[in-house]
């Protein structure tokens, strides 16, 4: 048995309507605004990663400007801080990584990690298959969240992953940038380490993802004893990977066994329908990087999907936007 999907266009009733809409194959409406607040749409929405880290140098102006001309629904960052306290873009612990520079981004100031070249690593292939590394010649620096937010319009949804540890001084610099910015309301906040559901607790008007180890029990759940237990509540906003290596471990008297799961795929349209119980609830897939997987995902019944390349991914949204069939 088959179940057809077809979208009109995002719509903006609210979340719990269009959820129960999505089961009816009817969920539509007539605004165009772009927004990841309003969810539940039938085709998922396309979130950069990164900015687009497939398509340009990843958490760059270029990377942004890259997406935003791709047609990226929403634009997810990295922010750690430097050594003059200010929020900049960038993901891993040393700058050798992508740049061509070495150390912890802390270690240098907002001034001289713009002087950085964050595309020193950035490579494609050219017509006969051999690595090109075109921002070599074209150098690009890691901006600030500042002049990251002040180059996205403010009908674009940003999300903010936050790598810096601690997390307090991390927090209280990223709601001054977004306080002068007036960017609150567009802004969600996203930490694999739970310490920033604290860090942020002080800023009312904070939007923060769920913990990610309640999303991961939950998810484990429902894959392993087919329960929905402690659902998330009402407007949450919830994302772990599509695919995800996972270790079980099991517990003897005399030791321990683990068996490894390399491609474990959590997103079922079961554990969909449990983080909906409440009304509102905000699901994003994160490394959604083929067709294939998409289309899953859309069946699947998530909001948005996290994607390297909205280069090759929107035009799969685009498709998918005149319907498609779910086993």
Partial sequence: ???????????LASAAACAAALLLNACGGNS????????????????????????????????????LANRADAIWLTVQLSSDAVPVLYRPADLSALTDARGPVASKSAAELARVNAGWQFKTLDASGHDVYPYRGAPV???TLAEAL?????????????????????????ARVLDEAGAWERVQLYSTDASYQQ??????????????DATRGRLATVALAHRCEAPPAANAWTGFEWRRQVDLVEQFTLGEARSTVADATLWSSQAVQCFRTNPGVHIVAIAVN?????????????????????????????????GYTCP
């Fill in 1 to 11: 048995m088959t179940r057809q999907i077809t979208t009109i266009r995002p719509l």
């Fill in 32 to 67: 165009e605004a772009r927004t990841l607040s309003q969810t539940a749409l039938a085709v998922p929405q396309v979130i950069a990663h990164r900015g687009g880290t497939g398509d340009a140098p990843e958490n760059t102006l270029t990377a942004i400007r890259t997406a």
């Fill in 141 to 143: 620096g890691i901006p």
């Fill in 150 to 174: 002040a180059a996205i319009p403010p009908d674009v949804p940003v999300i903010l992953d936050m790598k810096a540890l601690p997390a307090q001084p991390q927090a209280a610099a990223v």
């Fill in 199 to 212: 860090a942020f607790a002080a800023w009312p008007r904070a939007r923060l993802f769920e913990s990610r």
């Fill in 290 to 322: 083929s067709e294939a997987d998409y289309r899953a995902a859309a069946c699947a019944g998530v909001d948005a999907v996290l994607a390297d390349s909205p280069h090759r991914m929107v035009p799969v949204r685009e498709a998918l936007r005149q």
